[in-house]
T-cell receptor, first 116, second 110 residues
Framework: DVKVTQSSRYLVKRTGEKVFLECVQD?????MFWYRQDPGLGLRLIYF???????EKGDIPEGYSVSREKKERFSLILESASTNQTSMYLC???????????????FGQGTRLTVV | QKEVEQDPGPLSVPEGAIVSLNCTYS??????FMWYRQYSRKGPELLMY????GNKEDGRFTAQVDKSSKYISLFIRDSQPSDSATYLC??????????FGKGTRLHILP
């Protein structure tokens, strides 16, 4: 079974702190994603990566950055946390097939981040 | 018009009923269609995956894609209280990001 592991289930951070959310997948997937999920807004894509050291902005990248130094690990960084970044953060991975085809994404359990 | 539309519910049905969940979409280039189930405080888990048009069945679940109408459905037969969750549809064009619906909250009443 595919396993996507997020380092923390719950986090509480102070405004202005630098926050790191870590995600590791064990199925050698090329693609990795970071989403945030908010009531009424659904899943919104923050950043994604097709390969090591590659990253692409999603729909809401402002206030976030990412790092992918190894294939299995994708980190989300909040440079200076703000209260409007309080949310559920979900990491996902998917295999790459053929000419950049996306297939199904597998999700981690999520990190519920509260910024106070 | 949003790319993917999904009624947020909540949808409440009695145990044993057939449940129908639906999404409409606007991008005719979508080829891969997925349904995810998400329990409270958990990450979404993949339930069904379909390529192009047609039906796919897996136990009590049937996924249906009608590309001509830009409409996808998930049917749950003999619904159980354990099916109570939020169901998200998702779709993608090859070489592009996955687009999710906002999810439908489903309650199965014992």
């Amino acid at each position: 079974d595919v396993k996507v592991t997020q380092s923390s289930r719950y986090l509480v951070k102070r405004t202005g702190e630098k926050v790191f959310l870590e995600c590791v997948q064990d199925m050698d997937h090329e693609n990795m994603f970071w989403y945030r999920q908010d009531p009424g807004l659904g899943l919104r894509l923050i950043y994604f990566s097709y390969d090591v050291k590659m990253k692409e902005k999603g729909d809401i990248p402002e206030g976030y950055s990412v790092s992918r130094e190894k294939k299995e690990r994708f980190s989300l960084i909040l440079e200076s946390a703000s209260t409007n970044q309080t949310s559920m953060y979900l990491c996902a991975s998917s295999p790459l097939q053929g000419q950049g085809l996306h297939t199904e994404a597998f999700f981690g359990q999520g990190t519920r981040l509260t910024v106070v | 018009q949003k790319e993917v539309e999904q009624d947020p519910g909540p949808l409440s049905v009695p145990e044993g009923a057939i449940v129908s969940l639906n999404c409409t979409y606007s991008n005719s280039a979508f080829q891969y269609f997925m349904w995810y189930r998400q329990y409270s405080r958990k990450g979404p888990e993949l339930l069904m995956y379909t390529y192009s048009s047609g039906n796919k069945e897996d136990g009590r679940f049937t996924a249906q894609v009608d590309k001509s109408s830009k409409y996808i459905s998930l049917f749950i037969r003999d619904s159980q209280p354990s099916d109570s969750a939020t169901y998200l549809c998702a779709m993608t064009v090859s070489g592009d990001k996955i687009i999710f619906g906002k999810g439908t909250r489903l309650h199965i009443l014992p």
